[in-house]
């Protein structure tokens, strides 16, 4: 290291401030005048180069990190500047000028100038700040342009990993795939596994409007036990409780298998797979048009993921739900044909398979829905303007025309996950109708109108539709990265919706919050332990 390389840098054995560590290095430009630096002194200005400035850089790499997280800076440097300096290593006027020097650096000058040259370790700016005998200015500006590298290169890989985050949901775990085998070989073999399912002596009870009848469209085992025995466990009266399971055609025997090997003493269980409906032909072309549109927009918005740049994107957040299995999912869209799935029935509660229930929901069925279809949770219980879920504009595009302006974009939109249903009077509506009309809109209009997902058609086509409910029936958002929702809500909420892609059933949600569901998981059963679930 040449001696002359940092002028303006000298030991002052009189120590200011925090003097304690012996040498303080001071910014005295002063003495450098004077050209006073023997041989005496060079040594100690070597030393302490070579302890304070790698001191420096991993304080400066840390706050770089730090403030990454904190979404309230734009500027790490202008935000942290003191706190980067307030420690005892240097002195008042060094601190000063670097802060100043740092500030003065415009960000609009780095992107020219700092690429050329740019530097991959702060040892080679120390040397090279040496060699060329630079002054505290071109410090800063190599430093910042540093640090404004290494920044960006933080918020990539945020995206970076949340994108993998989101990947990560799509794939079924191995556990869960063994899970259905083992079931679907059980069903193939075993009598019992086969046997009827509910027993014939409680048939009569799926069409008896007299009991609470539960819906679940899933095509997830494991799921549909845990809602399904969480849903018992917490109920006052079980034995008036009847489920109903729809699931496709290749889940349809492990499913079965499943439930009939796992009786419930109390309440009824149904087990039905799509490909035994019996459907009109107008009800089979409405549901074919309508997974056909789905498609066609999960794929629009995963086709444009991909060919967006990552790096500097901007936008993706909303675009990820197109990566959420749950956009492709049958099961997930068939809920608009509910009204059709069970003909006989007048009032259910619609629950989807990735909830937990914690309390009796018994009074729902008595809930009185003020002449409305769909009882849902719209307002929050975090107070006024802040919506459980998401707002309208959320899902909605309200600069495209088509979206009816009195529709208020700022407004909550109503959960689903937990709703109930008044049947008979969606018979009455046209929403069905309503909804596919929506689809096609949406579909001339090159899929500008809504973010991917099962909720925006419905949002528009139940418009007025919606009665409000307490917002403790359903606390939702517990897939997500963090949920505002503390232990005493968690707590008090009937039902817990992880709606997100951190499915409990996935490795990636927090272990705190899976617990929650993973409770209800029987961990005696030999096929949970043959597959390994959840170990
Ligand atoms: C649904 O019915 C209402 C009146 O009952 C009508 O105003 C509305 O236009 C209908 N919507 C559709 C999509 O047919
Ligand atoms: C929203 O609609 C406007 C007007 O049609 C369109 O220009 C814009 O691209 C749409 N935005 C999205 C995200 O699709
Ligand atoms: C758990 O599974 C075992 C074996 O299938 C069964 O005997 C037991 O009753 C189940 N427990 C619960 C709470 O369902």
């Given at each position: 290291m040449k001696a002359t390389g940092i002028k303006r840098v000298t030991i002052s054995n009189t120590s200011e401030?925090?003097?304690?560590?012996?040498?303080?290095?001071?910014?005295?430009?002063?003495?450098?005048?004077?050209?006073?630096?023997?041989?005496?002194?060079?040594?100690?200005?070597?030393?302490?180069?070579?302890?304070?400035?790698?001191?420096?850089?991993?304080?400066?790499?840390?706050l770089v990190l730090e403030s990454a997280s904190s979404s309230s800076c734009s500027s790490p440097i202008e935000c942290r500047g003191w706190r980067l300096f307030s420690g005892g290593?240097?002195?008042?006027?060094?601190?000063?000028?670097?802060?100043?020097?740092?500030?003065?650096?415009?960000?609009?000058?780095?992107?020219?100038?700092?690429?050329?040259?740019?530097l991959e370790t702060f040892s080679e700016l120390v040397k090279e700040m040496t060699s060329k005998q630079q002054d505290i200015k071109a410090f800063a500006f190599k430093t910042k342009a540093m640090l404004l590298g290494m920044e960006q290169k933080v918020q990539s890989a945020k995206k970076r990993e949340l994108m993998y985050w989101y990947l990560a949901s799509r794939g079924v775990p191995k556990s869960l795939h063994c899970l259905c085998l083992k079931l679907a070989e059980e069903y193939a073999v075993n009598a019992m596994a086969r046997?009827?399912?509910?027993?014939?002596?409680?048939?009569?009870?799926?069409?008896?409007?007299?009991?609470?009848h539960i819906v679940l469209l899933t095509d997830n085992v494991?799921?549909?036990?845990?809602?399904?025995?969480?849903?018992?466990?917490n109920a006052a009266n079980p034995e008036k409780l009847v489920f109903h399971i729809v699931t496709d055609k290749k889940t349809y025997s492990p499913m079965h298998a499943w439930f009939a090997t796992n009786r419930l003493k109390s309440a009824v269980v149904e087990v039905k797979g799509l490909h035994q409906?019996?459907?009109?032909q107008e009800v089979n072309v409405g549901v074919k048009q309508m997974l056909e549109i789905h498609h066609l927009i999960c794929s629009h918005y995963y086709n444009n993921l991909k060919e967006n740049d990552l790096?500097?994107?901007?936008?993706?957040?909303?675009?990820?739900?197109?990566?959420?299995?749950?956009?492709?999912?049958?099961?997930?869209?068939?809920?608009?044909?509910?009204?059709?799935?069970?003909?006989?029935?007048?009032?259910?509660?619609?629950?989807?398979?990735?909830?937990?229930?914690?309390?009796?929901?018994?009074?729902?069925?008595?809930?009185?829905?003020?002449?409305?279809?769909?009882?849902?949770?719209?307002?929050?219980?975090?107070?006024?303007?802040?919506?459980?879920?998401?707002?309208?504009?959320?899902?909605?595009?309200?600069?495209?025309?088509?979206?009816?302006?009195?529709?208020?974009?700022?407004?909550?939109?109503?959960?689903?996950?937990?709703?109930?249903?008044?049947?008979?009077?969606?018979?009455?509506?046209?929403?069905?109708?309503?909804?596919h009309k929506w689809l096609k809109l949406s579909l001339n209009s090159g899929f500008t109108l809504w973010q991917p997902?099962?909720?925006?058609?419905?949002?528009?086509?139940?418009?007025?539709?919606?009665h409000p409910i307490?917002?403790?029936?359903?606390?939702?958002?517990?897939?997500?990265?963090?949920?505002?929702?503390?232990?005493?809500?968690?707590?008090?909420?009937?039902?817990?919706?992880?709606?997100?892609?951190?499915?409990?059933?996935?490795?990636?949600?927090?272990?705190?919050v899976r617990s929650l569901w993973s409770r209800h998981v029987n961990f005696t059963n030999s096929f949970i332990q043959k597959c390994r679930v959840l170990h």
């Amino acid at each position: 290291m040449k001696a002359t390389g940092i002028k303006r840098v000298t030991i002052s054995n009189t120590s200011e401030g925090g003097g304690s560590k012996g040498a303080t290095v001071a910014a005295t430009s002063a003495a450098a005048a004077r050209g006073r630096l023997s041989s005496r002194t060079l040594l100690p200005v070597a030393l302490v180069l070579g302890i304070v400035l790698p001191f420096l850089f991993v304080r400066i790499a840390f706050l770089v990190l730090e403030s990454a997280s904190s979404s309230s800076c734009s500027s790490p440097i202008e935000c942290r500047g003191w706190r980067l300096f307030s420690g005892g290593y240097i002195s008042q006027k060094l601190r000063e000028e670097l802060t100043r020097a740092l500030i003065e650096v415009k960000d609009d000058n780095i992107v020219d100038g700092g690429t050329e040259g740019s530097l991959e370790t702060f040892s080679e700016l120390v040397k090279e700040m040496t060699s060329k005998q630079q002054d505290i200015k071109a410090f800063a500006f190599k430093t910042k342009a540093m640090l404004l590298g290494m920044e960006q290169k933080v918020q990539s890989a945020k995206k970076r990993e949340l994108m993998y985050w989101y990947l990560a949901s799509r794939g079924v775990p191995k556990s869960l795939h063994c899970l259905c085998l083992k079931l679907a070989e059980e069903y193939a073999v075993n009598a019992m596994a086969r046997s009827c399912l509910p027993p014939p002596e409680h048939v009569s009870r799926l069409a008896d409007t007299s009991f609470n009848h539960i819906v679940l469209l899933t095509d997830n085992v494991l799921a549909a036990s845990v809602v399904i025995s969480s849903t018992v466990e917490n109920a006052a009266n079980p034995e008036k409780l009847v489920f109903h399971i729809v699931t496709d055609k290749k889940t349809y025997s492990p499913m079965h298998a499943w439930f009939a090997t796992n009786r419930l003493k109390s309440a009824v269980v149904e087990v039905k797979g799509l490909h035994q409906y019996d459907w009109s032909q107008e009800v089979n072309v409405g549901v074919k048009q309508m997974l056909e549109i789905h498609h066609l927009i999960c794929s629009h918005y995963y086709n444009n993921l991909k060919e967006n740049d990552l790096e500097y994107g901007g936008e993706h957040q909303n675009f990820l739900e197109a990566l959420s299995p749950s956009c492709l999912s049958l099961m997930n869209h068939l809920r608009i044909y509910i009204p059709e799935l069970f003909p006989e029935l007048n009032k259910i509660v619609f629950l989807d398979d990735d909830v937990v229930v914690q309390h009796d929901i018994s009074s729902l069925w008595t809930l009185d829905l003020n002449g409305k279809i769909v009882g849902a949770v719209v307002d929050s219980w975090c107070g006024e303007n802040c919506c459980p879920g998401r707002k309208y504009k959320d899902y909605l595009n309200f600069s495209h025309p088509v979206i009816p302006s009195h529709l208020d974009q700022d407004r909550c939109a109503w959960l689903s996950g937990m709703n109930i249903f008044d049947l008979e009077a969606w018979r009455r509506s046209n929403i069905t109708t309503s909804y596919h009309k929506w689809l096609k809109l949406s579909l001339n209009s090159g899929f500008t109108l809504w973010q991917p997902g099962v909720l925006p058609p419905s949002l528009l086509a139940f418009q007025g539709h919606v009665h409000p409910i307490d917002p403790l029936w359903q606390v939702a958002g517990l897939g997500y990265r963090s949920s505002s929702a503390g232990g005493q809500i968690l707590e008090a909420a009937a039902v817990l919706h992880f709606n997100g892609p951190a499915k409990p059933w996935l490795e990636i949600g927090s272990p705190e919050v899976r617990s929650l569901w993973s409770r209800h998981v029987n961990f005696t059963n030999s096929f949970i332990q043959k597959c390994r679930v959840l170990h």
